[in-house]
Nanobody, 125 residues
Framework: QVQLVESGGGLVQPGGSLRLSCAPS????????MGWYRQAPGKQRELVAK???????DYADSVKGRFTISRDNARNTVALQMGSLKPEDTAVYYC???????????????????WGQGTQVTVSS
């Protein structure tokens, strides 16, 4: 089985920075789009940023200019550099991979969409 493993969450003061990372386990062939979503208490999960294998990015308006998403296609990893953090950025952040293809033995399989377990980001003084 393939899992997405996130790291880098924590507690930070307003105005501070954090870097989230996400890497898949297993024998990965390719991943189409990778992204970060977040869910605050009592709210729906929302897109933060996503990036295609070709490097095209999309950001939520609320994070434009403050967050930067990047990926390493060779390692199939994705990172989210978060700056100028605000209390309203507090949420559980989830990594997502769309059309993740992986090998099990010599056979190729695909997850249409795979989620990580989530990592808590808390912005508070």
């Amino acid at each position: 089985q393939v899992q997405l493993v996130e790291s880098g969450g924590g507690l930070v003061q307003p105005g501070g920075s954090l870097r989230l990372s996400c890497a898949p386990s297993g024998s990965i062939s390719s991943i189409n789009t990778m992204g970060w979503y977040r869910q605050a208490p009592g709210k729906q999960r929302e897109l933060v940023a996503k990036i295609t294998s070709g490097g095209m990015t999309d950001y939520a308006d609320s994070v434009k200019g403050r967050f930067t998403i990047s990926r390493d296609n060779a390692r199939n990893t994705v990172a989210l550099q978060m700056g100028s953090l605000k209390p309203e950025d507090t949420a559980v952040y989830y990594c997502n991979a769309e059309r993740l293809r992986y090998y099990r033995g010599s056979s190729l399989f695909e997850y249409p969409s795979l989620w990580g377990q989530g990592t808590q980001v808390t912005v508070s003084s």
